[in-house]
């Protein structure tokens, strides 16, 4: 079983990409993750260059998502939405067929209260509308504080999303 994981989030020190990790950390053995690190990489999306040679950096995306079982994707949430490169990234695979049916872990993160909940509902909503099946989904609220502080109920929550992911 190959988890593919992707984090939202271009910043270095990106709680969405701490999340991601603690999520392979507590997987269940047989479960193996890897990390999606182009996202910054990607050209911005445009059709005129979604051709059956898309860009390397895409086509590399792809080939990663075909080698993968499923997908987790944890977002953070930037003026209630989800950050612009993971939606371009996510418009990259509209039209790729291959993207049907993927099984899909939906997660936001933020330090608010909500934990990032308008960012994961557009988020959900883009990955229904592209086909997708989202097996599961979650938010992580006050997130700073709780990878600060290595909180149980977190790690505890995020093996139950992989444990759905790869169930079958
Ligand atoms: C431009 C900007 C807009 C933001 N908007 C929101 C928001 O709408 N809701 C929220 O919960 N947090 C918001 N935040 C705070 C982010 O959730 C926080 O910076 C978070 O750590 C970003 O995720 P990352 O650590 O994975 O990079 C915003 C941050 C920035 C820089």
């Known amino acids: 079983m190959r988890i593919l994981a992707i984090s939202g989030s271009l910043r270095t020190s990106s709680s969405a990409a701490a999340v991601v990790r603690l999520a392979a950390e507590v997987a269940p053995e047989g479960v193996g993750f890897t990390f999606f690190d182009g996202l910054g990489d990607l050209p911005h999306f445009t059709p005129d260059l979604d051709t059956e040679a898309p860009p390397a950096t895409v086509q590399a995306l792809r080939d990663l998502l075909a080698g993968a079982d499923a997908l987790l994707i944890c977002t953070p949430e930037y003026a209630h939405g989800m950050p612009g490169s993971l939606k371009n990234l996510l418009d990259w695979l509209v039209s790729w067929t291959g993207f049907v049916g993927t099984r899909v872990a939906a997660l936001s993160a933020s330090p608010s ?56």
Do not use: C, H, I
């Open 113 to 168: 209260a909500d934990g990032g909940s308008y960012a994961l509902q557009w988020l959900v909503q883009t990955l229904t509308v592209m086909s997708a099946d989202v097996v599961t989904t979650m938010t992580v609220p006050f997130v700073k504080n709780r990878l600060a502080t290595a909180d149980e109920k977190l790690r505890q929550e995020l093996a139950a999303v992989v444990r759905a992911l790869s169930a079958s």
